[in-house]
């Protein structure tokens, strides 16, 4: 079992939707990153979260730190949003630094 | 500052032949770290810098692999006696934290290699 696990692995929406995406880890973190990767490119970090909430533009992203689940939220999706959505989480272990990812969740919206 | 640059953004190579890749991280940033991601995949972790110290290196990262960050600023990660195996897309990125507290990632576009 991955440390770190997303869910859908692929979303198909509707211009307009509402959209969420999942995140469940097994190991305790010090932090947890949503990061956007689209076709060909790099990785762009959208948040960086420890607990609660992060409000950007349209996106929201929520963790709940007891049960290990974080979720990103997208509103009124447009077809820019068309991106991989990538969870990633910092061990808590004091001088671990690096990033363990889930594998993804690609996200489609049909204008 | 741009960002996180990474050098060449795309590499094709015959197997055997040795490549280098370069990534100049955000000029204050300390920490640089080394990530590998195949197709379909999330990224991997390879190693990482503090400064000029490598200070984790994982077991991904065969005898092939060489990285090196001298005078703490940019790096290079080498691959010798290239596999068909080695080819991904491998990610920089940087972060400048305070021990035990980190900030951010920036991420660097990467550099897709491909061993023909």
């Known amino acids: 079992k991955n440390e770190v696990e997303q869910s859908p692995q692929n979303l198909t929406a509707q211009e307009g939707e509402f959209i969420t995406i999942n995140c469940s880890y097994s190991?305790?973190?010090?932090?947890l990153h949503w990061l956007q990767q689209h076709p060909g490119g790099g990785i762009v970090s959208l948040f960086m979260?420890?607990?609660g909430k992060k409000k950007h533009g349209r996106l929201i992203a929520t963790i709940n730190i007891q049960e290990k689940h974080s979720s990103l939220h997208i509103t009124a999706s447009h077809p820019r949003d068309s991106a991989v959505y990538i969870c990633a989480v910092r061990s808590a272990n004091f001088g671990n630094e690096k990033l363990t990812f889930g594998t993804g969740t690609r996200l489609t919206i049909i204008p | 500052d741009t960002g996180v640059s990474q050098d060449p953004r795309h590499k094709i190579t015959k197997r055997g032949q040795n490549v280098t890749f370069r990534c100049d991280p955000i000029s204050e940033h300390n920490r640089l770290y080394w990530y590998r991601q195949t197709l379909g995949q999330g990224p991997e972790f390879l190693t990482y810098f503090q400064n000029e110290a490598q200070l984790e290196k994982s077991r991904l990262l065969s005898d092939r692999f060489s990285a090196e960050r001298p005078k703490g600023s940019f790096s290079t990660l080498e691959i010798q006696r290239t596999e068909q195996g080695d080819s991904a897309m491998y990610l920089c990125?940087?972060?400048?934290?305070?021990?035990?507290?980190?900030?951010?990632?920036?991420f660097g576009s990467g550099t897709r290699l491909t061993v023909v």
């Open positions: 979260l420890s607990s």
């Open positions: 190991v305790g973190i010090s932090a």
């Open positions: 990125a940087s972060s400048l934290g305070d021990i035990p507290k980190s900030y951010g990632y920036t």
